[in-house]
């Protein structure tokens, strides 16, 4: 038995699940977020707990077992507290700043990169150096940040570009000098 799998998902007050068939729904303060799993798996409310249950030891139904009941902890989580992810830009001149809904970051190019809020992720600038991505859907605050991240990855000779705040970059050494004595 998946030992994710059986832990049942706890719903906290205020926060409204709506099952129906594989959909399952779930409304809370944050917002609402909609998603539709795997027609194998038996989901059931009860109380003020979440149960996912999988009819047979499969291979495919164990590994969708914690995997549909993780995704349901994350919803819950999502519309109580929400995620976010933290990015560094490091580097000389590289600098990012708030303009309405815009990021418009200098990253050493001949232009400027501009990345938008959408209505899944909510971008904020606290310094020039910080961009934080928040939003009540994991998925999407994750890839939303993977996008941002990719306009100028950290190169591993001095750790110029964007970063996720808790990422090491492992740095290597530059090119040795030839005769120098």
Known sequence: MSRIGRMPVAVPAGVDVKIEGPVVTVKGPKGTITKE????????????????????????????????????HNMVIGVTEGFKKELEINGVGFRCEKQGKNVVMNLGYSHKVIVSDTDDCKLEVPSPNKIIVTGIDKQKVGQCAAEI????????????????????????????????K
């Open 149 to 180: 991240r990719s306009k100028r990855p950290p190169e591993p000779y001095k750790g110029k570009g964007i970063k996720y705040a808790e990422e090491h970059i492992r740095r290597k050494e530059g090119k040795a000098g030839k005769g120098k």
């Open 37 to 72: 799993f795997n027609h194998l798996m038996k989901i059931t409310h009860e109380g003020a707990e979440i149960i996912v249950e999988r009819p047979d030891d499969e291979n495919l139904s164990k590994s969708l077992h914690g995997l549909t009941r993780t995704l349901i």
